[in-house]
C-alpha cells in the first residue's frame, strides 16, 4: 500500500528551525510532484512548497525566504526545512504526491493531490 509518513514537528520558539521529511514506502518517490501543505485550526488547508520530479520548486508569499523544500531521492525523502519560524507558522502539516504535474497546480488546486500522509504538528510559541 503506497504510503506517505511526516515526522520532524514539534514545539519551537519564534525564530527557531525545525526540518520536516516526508518518506514514501511502497513506491518511489522519484517520479511523483511533492507538495507540503499546512492546516491550522478554522482555516483552510494552504499549500506551503511544492518540487517536481526534476526539482522545479514554488512556495506561498508567506514563506518565501524562510522555507526551503527539497528532495533526496536516494532516500526516497522530501524535507521541508523551516527557518525564522513565526506564531503564524502554527499548524498541522501535510505531505502530498501527485505523479506529472506542475509544482504551481500541485500547490494551488484542490483535490489534485493523490496520496496524503498523516501529518505531523508544528507549534510556534514562547
Known amino acids: 500500500q503506497l504510503q506517505l509518513v511526516e515526522s520532524g514537528g514539534g514545539l519551537v520558539q519564534p525564530g527557531g528551525s525545525l526540518r520536516l521529511s516526508c518518506a514514501a514506502s511502497a513506491f518511489t518517490l522519484n517520479y511523483y510532484t511533492i507538495g507540503w501543505f499546512r492546516q491550522a485550526p478554522g482555516k483552510e488547508r494552504e499549500g506551503v512548497a511544492c518540487?517536481?520530479?526534476?526539482?522545479?520548486?514554488i512556495y506561498a508569499d508567506s514563506v518565501k525566504g524562510r522555507f526551503t523544500i527539497s528532495r533526496d531521492n536516494a532516500k526516497n525523502t522530501v524535507y521541508l526545512q523551516m527557518n525564522k519560524l513565526k506564531p503564524e507558522d502554527t499548524a498541522g502539516y501535510y505531505c502530498?504526491?501527485?505523479?506529472?504535474?506542475?509544482?504551481?497546480?500541485?500547490?494551488?488546486?484542490?483535490?489534485?493531490?493523490?496520496?496524503w500522509g498523516q501529518g505531523t504538528q508544528v507549534t510556534v510559541s514562547s
Open positions: 502530498a504526491a501527485r505523479r506529472i504535474t506542475t509544482a504551481q497546480a500541485m500547490c494551488n488546486i484542490p483535490g489534485i493531490q493523490n496520496y
Open positions: 518540487v517536481t520530479s526534476d526539482g522545479s520548486t
